[in-house]
């Protein structure tokens, strides 16, 4: 929880100045961390809830969110600002919707609406009430912001069964079914293909193949460590 402090905060004991009415999860979120990212709050050697209102120099203890988070349901929604990540997602098989035209308040119906945990970089969209469940993403590049997904939730992966346009399930397809879709190079070149069930698309390993195998392998790894 480090980076959502500010930097005079970011040291092992925090005081702050306490109105006596206030609830801890208010108090923590006025330092600057989302309540999607707290874990554990212990005080008094007790755990208690965000609504736990403390005693006057009462210590309490913030733990961040253990990985792998445990969530009712492998499930995600991405912000407009994370279509990379989506497609990344969708690669390995997990069950990932996005749109790019989404404000916030559409994002929060969909993520309630369909049980998905809402993926997001903007520390606003995490403190709305409404929000049912959320989740920080870290990192400035799609690489690392892969990783700190598979590493958060370690979810089953299933790859090259999703597709990337729209999070559709592909099926294998005859070649002879999608001829007409191809280019000439690619019906010379490649006879194993999938259809997308949803929008149509046609996959198959292309020039891109030796990429995508990298990151599937590399995805294996993350989530296996993870789940250790």
Known sequence: MWGFLAARHRCDEVRVRYDGTSSLGHVVESLGVPLPEVGRLVAGGREVTPSYRPGAGEVVS?????RPQAVPAQRFLLDVHLGTLARR??????????????DDDALIVRANAERRVLLTQDRGLLRRRSLWLGAYVRGARPERQFADVLERFAPPLAPWTRCTACNGPLSPVAKDEVEGLLRPGTRRSYDTFARCLVCDHV?????H????EAIVEEAGRIVAAAAL
């Open 203 to 207: 996959y198959w390993r292309g020039a």
């Open 89 to 102: 997602l969708r690669l390995v098989g997990v069950d990932t919707a996005y749109e790019n035209d989404l």
């Open 62 to 66: 913030v733990f961040a969110v253990r």
């Open 209 to 212: 193949g030796a990429r995508l």
